[in-house]
């Protein structure tokens, strides 16, 4: 039991070290192409969103998994475009047992934003790494 607490307490530590790197390094083609959730099989669904309006960007991201007691965390991550390149401005991150979400508000500049999900569900030892990318949007 222990063994499986630290398995779980690493994978969580490497994805919230990696995902901004993950983000960037799959970046512009997958702009506002939405992921497949059927590709998953411990994944139920995950979802990226994003609005503007006086300023504040509005910023949310959530995944499920198709198992109550699944462990699931998540890296919601506002982007922004600069000289065609995606860079992250901020990021919320939350865990749960089967679903969970973040998210919150921020202060934009003119430009393009988008938001970046990255999430891990783990279920019986088994862990997969869904992403999402919402729309974007310009102020």
Known sequence: MKKLIYALLSVL???TVMAPGFCFAIGEYS??????PMRYSLTSSITASLSISG???HVAGRVSSKYANANCSIKVQLQKKINGTWYGVKSWTNSGTW???AGGDYS???GSYRTCV???VTYNGD????Y???GTKTC
Do not use: L
Request: no cysteine; proline share 7%; hydrophobic share 20%.
């Open 13 to 15: 530590f490497i994805v």
């Open 31 to 36: 702009d506002d192409s939405p992921e497949n």
């Open 55 to 57: 300023g504040t960007a």
């Open 99 to 101: 679903s969970t979400s």
């Open 108 to 110: 934009v500049s003119s």
């Open 118 to 120: 990255t999430a891990t």
């Open 127 to 130: 862990s997969e790494h869904p």
């Open 132 to 134: 999402k990318y919402s």
